[in-house]
T-cell receptor, first 114, second 110 residues
Framework: DGGITQSPKYLFRKEGQNVTLSCEQN?????MYWYRQDPGQGLRLIYY???????QKGDIAEGYSVSREKKESFPLTVTSAQKNPTAFYLC?????????????FGPGTRLTVL | RKEVEQDPGPFNVPEGATVAFNCTYS??????FFWYRQDCRKEPKLLMS???SGNEDGRFTAQLNRASQYISLLIRDSKLSDSATYLC???????????FGAGTRLAVHP
């Protein structure tokens, strides 16, 4: 059945390590997004991509990197340059044409830096 | 000023009550408006889109006032299962990006 998957569900990282969060969708959506959510706060946009091999920085891109080699996949790497990476990371996808621009979310990855 | 502002709550209401949430947005160029629901430690899920004429889906009614840049969500006959955080979401006017409010928490008690 169609949807968005993220893995792993929980991730623990030591300071100074890079980690990569996976996001896959089989909804045939053109656009994919990465958000970060901290307790009591709204979602903040990290990176987004509207087409394969192209992506743009969101509001809080520093310390993160992405790639979009396939339409279905949009992995996020949290680098050691990210000062406070402990958060709930959410991936979303959406259509760009033929409807509204609502977004649909994966189940998220909780990253904890030890 | 935040781009999307919501009362954080919590709203504590008994089952069967009617509750209303309000939201204001700052970008007059915004064209798309949504309410999402987020359960504790889960991902947001689309509850309903909000149209200029207002729209209803069962117990839920959403309204938009473009002149005042104001969106509302009314929940009638609250159920225990309605307990969640409700996120007001607005597009960034001409961009395929959404701006999420911090959410309003609802707790429905027996």
């Amino acid at each position: 059945d169609g949807g968005i998957t993220q893995s792993p569900k929980y991730l623990f990282r030591k300071e100074g390590q890079n980690v990569t969060l996976s996001c896959e969708q089989n909804l045939n959506h053109d656009a994919m997004y990465w958000y970060r959510q901290d307790p009591g706060q709204g979602l903040r946009l990290i990176y987004y991509s509207q087409i394969v091999n192209d992506f743009q920085k969101g509001d809080i891109a520093e310390g993160y990197s992405v790639s979009r080699e396939k339409k279905e996949s949009f992995p996020l790497t949290v680098t050691s340059a990210q000062k406070n990476p402990t958060a709930f990371y959410l991936c979303a996808s959406g259509r760009l044409a033929g409807g509204g621009n609502e977004q649909f979310f994966g189940p998220g990855t909780r990253l904890t830096v030890l | 000023r935040k781009e999307v502002e919501q009362d954080p709550g919590p709203f504590n209401v008994p089952e069967g009550a009617t509750v209303a949430f309000n939201c204001t947005y700052s970008n007059s160029a915004s064209q798309s408006f949504f309410w999402y629901r987020q359960d504790c430690r889960k991902e947001p899920k689309l509850l309903m889109s909000v149209y200029s004429s207002g729209n209803e889906d069962g117990r839920f009614t959403a309204q938009l006032n473009r002149a005042s840049q104001y969106i509302s969500l009314l929940i009638r006959d609250s159920k225990l299962s309605d307990s969640a955080t409700y996120l007001c979401v607005v597009d960034k006017g001409g961009y395929n990006k959404l701006i999420f409010g911090a959410g309003t928490r609802l707790a429905v008690h027996p």
